[in-house]
């Protein structure tokens, strides 16, 4: 519909140059006998608190478990590498063994892959996340951009919204449910 909105309004040359700039985003399902473990953290409000949330879904975008907190610093990278760290913890308790990580934080990503300097702020936590890599299973950490990332976003606000350190999920709260819908079916968004 937005194509057809462009072009009756746009020249054709416009139409062309912004369809080009323009990238269709959506969950990204993983592989059968893969969990997919979104991950993301949120800074809002004044004074800022910072939270963390994510969730746990299979191949056919069905709910499998999920969590949200407060984070103890009001940082969002700090928020962003717990959120991987919570989510893993949960993934491994829950005994999956094939799990891809993903998270719209790339600093956060690329400090897990790489690892850290010692000194670095949040070395001790990365290096947590490092360590629960080396157990015997099969996780794979990837970027994702936002527009995929959207039912973990929506939990990390609650997270950054909330005085609890952990809440684990066993049901999906009922504001998840349109866009964990959304995802199941493969409904794509629109990135400039």
Known sequence: MLHYCAVAFDTPTSVAANMLSQQLVAWPCPPNGYVCLNVDGSLLGSPQSAGFGGLIRNSFGSFLGGFYGVAAQASILYAEIMAMLHGLELCWDKGFKHVICLS?????????????????????????????????????????????????????????????????????????????????????????
Do not use: Y
């Open 104 to 192: 719209d934080s790339l600093q956060t990503v690329t400090l897990v892959k790489n690892g850290t300097s010692p000194h670095h702020k949040f070395a001790n936590e990365v290096f947590s996340i490092r360590q629960l890599l080396d157990r015997d299973w099969n996780v794979v950490i990837n970027h994702t951009l936002r527009e995929g990332n959207a039912c973990a976003d929506m939990l990390a606000k609650m997270g950054a919204n909330t005085i609890s350190p952990l809440v684990k999920l066993v049901e999906p709260p009922s504001e998840l449910s349109p866009h964990l819908s959304a995802d199941a079916w493969g409904v794509a968004f629109i990135r400039k």
